[in-house]
């Protein structure tokens, strides 16, 4: 398919967002939302440089241009009775960049290809085309996915010519040739097409296919709510755009290492690690190798060697070090669902 796409300017893309209840915690709120601007112009790998962020994190106000707060929803409140608020911070773009540069890092900048999403959904064994006027709540959720790594994502007219080109069926069973065909008309490189099957208010699964150009990546996704399954497909989908330059080298060769999950206390965490897992940009594959009560043994397939799986873990808040330091053949991390 010849390119004719082009690149558009991703607004806000150096605001970041964090609750607040007083206003002796705004330093803290304010290193929260630089912390969600950097997950917008920095890949994983780079990010897992934790003594460099650190360093830019250390400084947060100094990077402020102004900032506001904002009402959260009155069912939003803290335990102590007091309601907590929205601190929306808008950061200086020069002067964030200019730190970032210094300390190495290479910046994903604020012009970046839009992404067409075909998705479909199952519920109550029907499926339908997702469509912003017909499901509103998912179209908050995926705006707000979206929002969180700096993307934007186009949704199809969904009028004759799409319905025409395109069933329902074609995207649930991955038909590639036809969901490139049907997507000319919009003029995109990169196509995001999903099957989102709802089984119970705490369970989905996702089937994620990626379409850029000659490549297609294709992975699965098990979470419990319906903003984790769109976030780890939405994450994913930065992880695989951002420009090699911006992306501290991912791709340097595959490795092999194994890792043990502790924390495991029933099959919906055991999934929701492998789920994790296979969201991280420095993992390929996963495949389960042992299960006991209390822990899971993972064999993972790496983009890379396992130092940078080490780094990359190290600023994750959903696995933590069971053994500090750790230099071991099968590596042991502690789940926090």
Do not use: C
Not at 289 to 306: C, E, S
């Amino acid at each position: 398919m010849q390119s004719n796409a082009f690149a558009v300017e991703i607004k806000n893309i150096y605001q970041g967002k964090a609750t607040i209840e007083n206003q002796a915690q705004r330093n803290k709120a304010i290193r929260k939302a630089l912390k969600g601007v950097l997950s917008k112009l920095l890949s994983d790998q780079a990010r897992s440089d934790s003594e460099a962020i650190e360093a830019i994190l250390a400084e947060s106000p100094r990077y402020v241009q102004q900032y506001r707060f904002k009402n959260q929803h009155p069912s939003e409140v803290s335990t102590n009775g007091n309601s907590s608020k929205l601190l929306v911070v808008d950061f200086n773009p020069f002067a964030l960049n200019t730190a970032l540069e210094a300390q190495g890092f290479q910046i994903w900048g604020a012009d970046r290809p839009e992404v067409l999403l075909w998705l479909v959904v199952e519920e109550k064994r029907k499926r339908n085309l997702f469509t912003a006027d017909a499901m509103p709540e998912l179209e908050t959720v995926i705006n707000n996915a979206v929002e969180q790594k700096g993307l934007t994502l186009l949704f199809p007219l969904m009028d004759l010519t799409d319905r025409r080109r395109l069933t329902v069926n074609d995207i649930w069973i991955g038909f590639d040739d036809r969901i490139r065909q049907a997507s000319e008309r919009y003029g995109v490189d990169h196509i995001l097409a999903g099957r989102l099957l709802g089984k119970t208010a705490n369970k989905w699964n996702v089937d994620w296919k990626f379409l850029a150009q000659n490549q297609v990546d294709e992975w699965q996704a098990k979470s419990v709510s319906l903003e984790q399954a769109v976030q780890a497909g939405i994450d994913r989908v930065f992880q695989r755009m951002i420009p090699v330059d911006a992306s501290e080298g991912l791709d340097i060769g595959a490795s092999e290492v194994e890792i043990k999950i502790s924390g495991i206390t029933n099959l919906s965490d055991a999934q929701q690690a492998e789920n994790h897992l296979k969201s991280l940009s420095s993992v390929s594959s996963v495949e389960w190798l042992i299960i006991q009560p209390g822990f899971v043994v993972f064999g993972l397939t790496l983009n890379g060697d396992q130092k940078q799986l080490q780094q990359l873990l190290a600023i994750d808040e959903s696995l933590t070090p069971a053994i500090p330091g750790q230099e071991l053949d099968v590596l042991h991390y502690q789940f926090s669902p």
